[in-house]
């Protein structure tokens, strides 16, 4: 098999289980925003995070939005374990020295101490991209949105990787999907509409 056709069938992969698990989950418009000072009284991760999209999905001014998602990512990066939370501020420390091959072997052990840690996937994909294994980071986003569909920054990356392997149809599915959890996004907004002008000038 080809790597080319590995990578699509990792894609189609990846928007299938992101597409099954957001149909599964109960749907966020049918709850109420929750104000800022009931969300920062709920006791669990889980209540904070839900409580959060909530939010993040009816707000529509752009500024509030960003501060919504800005405490979402707050709230995924603790583990919940000090060791894991220690080796993931050793592996930015590496990244920021330019020690990838280091801060890939730190990322390799967090996720191994702790495979249902979102962000421990997540930012290993984030490196794996910056380093062109564009194959590696589709399969750790793979697994992030297999643990977290509404991880906006993973659809974001799986959307750029589609756009930039020629695959628009499916970066625009990547980019709706985005678009759906985090509505106000204007950076989203003008992706999946020069990809609509693009396929639709293509078909013409």
Same mark, same amino acid.
């Given at each position: 098999?080809?790597?080319?056709?590995?990578f699509v069938?990792?894609?189609?992969?990846? /928007?299938a @289980?992101?597409? $099954?698990?957001? %149909?599964? =989950?109960?749907?966020?418009?049918? !709850?109420?925003?929750?104000?800022?000072?009931?969300?920062?009284?709920?006791?669990?991760?889980?209540?904070?995070?839900d409580?959060?999209?909530?939010?993040?999905?009816?707000e529509?001014d752009?500024?509030?939005?960003?501060?919504?998602?800005?405490?979402?990512?707050?709230?995924?990066?603790?583990?919940g374990?000090?060791?894991v939370? /220690?080796? @993931?501020?050793? $592996?930015?420390? %590496?990244? =920021?020295d330019?020690?990838?091959t !280091?801060?890939?072997?730190?990322?390799?052990q967090?996720?191994?101490?702790?495979p249902?840690y979102?962000?421990?996937?997540?930012?290993?994909?984030?490196?794996?991209?910056q380093?062109?294994?564009?194959?590696?980071?589709?399969s750790?986003i793979?697994?992030?949105?297999?643990?977290?569909?509404?991880?906006?920054g993973?659809?974001?990356?799986?959307?750029?990787m589609?756009?930039? %392997?020629?695959?628009?149809?499916?970066?625009?599915?990547?980019w709706?999907?985005?678009?759906?959890?985090?509505?106000?996004?204007?950076?989203?907004?003008?992706?999946l509409?020069?990809?609509?002008?693009k396929?639709?000038?293509?078909?013409?």
């Amino acid at each position: 098999m080809s790597a080319m056709r590995v990578f699509v069938n990792l894609i189609l992969a990846s /928007l299938a @289980m992101t597409a $099954a698990a957001m %149909a599964a =989950a109960a749907p966020l418009s049918a !709850a109420e925003p929750a104000p800022q000072a009931e969300v920062a009284a709920l006791t669990t991760p889980k209540e904070r995070v839900d409580a959060l999209f909530a939010d993040l999905k009816k707000e529509g001014d752009e500024d509030k939005a960003r501060q919504v998602a800005d405490r979402i990512r707050l709230e995924w990066q603790d583990s919940g374990s000090a060791t894991v939370n /220690l080796l @993931m501020q050793w $592996a930015s420390k %590496a990244i =920021a020295d330019e020690k990838q091959t !280091a801060a890939l072997d730190l990322l390799d052990q967090a996720i191994a101490l702790a495979p249902d840690y979102v962000e421990g996937w997540n930012r290993r994909a984030t490196l794996h991209y910056q380093l062109g294994n564009f194959r590696k980071s589709m399969s750790d986003i793979n697994h992030v949105l297999a643990l977290e569909p509404r991880h906006f920054g993973a659809l974001a990356g799986m959307a750029t990787m589609l756009e930039a %392997a020629g695959k628009d149809e499916l970066a625009m599915r990547a980019w709706q999907q985005f678009l759906d959890i985090y509505p106000s996004d204007r950076k989203a907004q003008e992706q999946l509409g020069e990809l609509a002008e693009k396929l639709a000038g293509s078909r013409t």
